[in-house]
């Protein structure tokens, strides 16, 4: 089993099988729905956050120099 994409977070796709979330209040949630009859993966959009600007979550580590650029013009958008 391949591990988690966590850049895939950036994109707003899921990290466990690459399918574009949806929003769903304050979740991002996978659409995708497993043998037990859940979402393949859910997280608030809070922690996504979180972990897309956490220098040592591998949602930041992963991700590609000009991701890392974008995120950062996104949050500082005057420098």
């Not at 859940?38 to 930041?60: G, V, W």
Request: hydrophobic share 30%; charged share 25%.
């Amino acid at each position: 089993m391949m591990g988690k994409r966590w850049q895939n977070l950036f994109h707003q796709k899921c990290p466990n099988c690459g399918e574009q979330m949806e929003i769903s209040g304050k979740y991002f949630k996978c659409p995708v729905v497993n043998d037990e009859g859940m979402n393949c993966f859910f997280i608030s959009r809070e922690k996504a956050a979180q972990y897309l600007t956490d220098k040592t979550h591998p949602a930041y580590i992963n991700l590609t120099g000009e991701e890392k650029r974008t995120l950062e013009d996104q949050l500082h958008p005057f420098g």
